[in-house]
């Protein structure tokens, strides 16, 4: 992973800020069956910035987007 990226970086008009993560996996056996979860570990650093627009055990969507991932909040209708 490219860690250039770590901390703020300017762009346009707006600041985005960037923390390199990975993506953890793990896998359960129940059932005579294997499942395998993955789970997107999001540094504190970023979570703690005041910019994070989420809240603890929020429901919320993920969207794909070519090699994307977007995290959205979930909307009453969703």
Do not use: C
């Amino acid at each position: 992973m490219n860690t250039s990226t770590e901390g703020r970086k300017r762009l346009g008009k707006g600041e985005r800020t960037f923390a390199p993560t990975k993506i953890n996996v793990k896998r359960i056996t129940a059932k005579n069956h294997e499942y395998i979860q993955r789970w997107l570990y999001i540094p504190s650093r970023l979570v703690e910035s005041g910019k994070f627009p989420f809240s603890d055990n929020e429901q919320v969507l993920l969207v794909i987007e070519g090699n994307r991932v977007i995290i959205e909040k979930l909307r009453p209708s969703d």
